[in-house]
């Protein structure tokens, strides 16, 4: 178990920490609008990784009990998903953009349930939860209960992230304000990153 869930960690934690539109968003908030708008932001979005892990969670569980093959093709598909998003990545622009512009002062509950809908109606999480999940239960029997163990520990290290960049929100911008290059090396991160679980899940 500790085998699988320390790996689990040490990636979801890199991949947290990528400059995706969640990440940013948190900090555009914070920038603009306070400390306490970046944090509302950061629960909000947190709280739809559970329905993802649920779908992800009674979906899975109920294939593996069906066939071993059918989950083999899940991991596979897994493992060719993980590629694709590190050819993704390799193909964009290294740039992190933090344009303060049209970013509205909103009420605490607003800016939570914004949060929410923005993680929920992302099919892209889902995916991303399905292709990466699986590759990290340590046991065949009670399969449901791993996968929102692993949903747990994603939203504890999501939250503990975001809320420090919501915290330090300030000295963040102005230090990729000066440091154009990080964007590089955050790209270069995501890339062996993705390939590297991608390699974990198939092996």
Avoid: C
């Avoid at 708008?37 to 950061?42: D, E, L, N, R």
């Avoid at 065949?140 to 330090?168: C, E, K, P, R, S």
């Avoid at 090396?185 to 390939?195: A, E, G, S, Y």
């Amino acid at each position: 178990m500790i085998a699988q869930l320390i790996p689990f960690l040490a990636a979801s934690i890199l991949l947290t920490l990528s400059p995706g539109p969640d990440i940013v968003y948190v900090l555009l908030q914070s920038i603009t609008n306070g400390k306490k708008s970046g944090i509302v932001t950061a629960l909000g979005l947190v709280s739809g990784i559970l329905v993802h892990t649920s779908l992800v969670a009674f979906g899975v569980s109920a294939i593996i009990k069906e066939s071993e093959n059918l989950f083999f093709l899940i991991k596979l598909f897994g493992t060719l998903y993980l590629f694709y998003l590190a050819y993704k990545v390799y193909k964009s622009d290294a740039n992190i953009s933090l344009t303060q512009e049209n970013v509205p002062v909103k009420s605490s509950l607003r800016l939570f349930k914004q949060g929410f809908i923005m993680n929920v109606l992302n099919p892209k999480v889902t995916i991303f939860f399905l292709a990466f999940f699986p590759g990290f239960l340590w046991s065949d029997n009670n399969t449901v209960f791993q996968f929102y163990m692993l949903g747990f520990l994603f939203m504890l290290q999501a939250l503990f992230i975001f809320g420090t960049i919501a915290l330090l929100a300030g000295k963040i911008s102005n230090y990729l304000k000066g440091h154009s290059h990080f964007g590089l090396i955050l790209k270069w991160v995501q890339i062996f990153v993705f390939i590297g679980i991608a390699i974990f899940i198939l092996i």
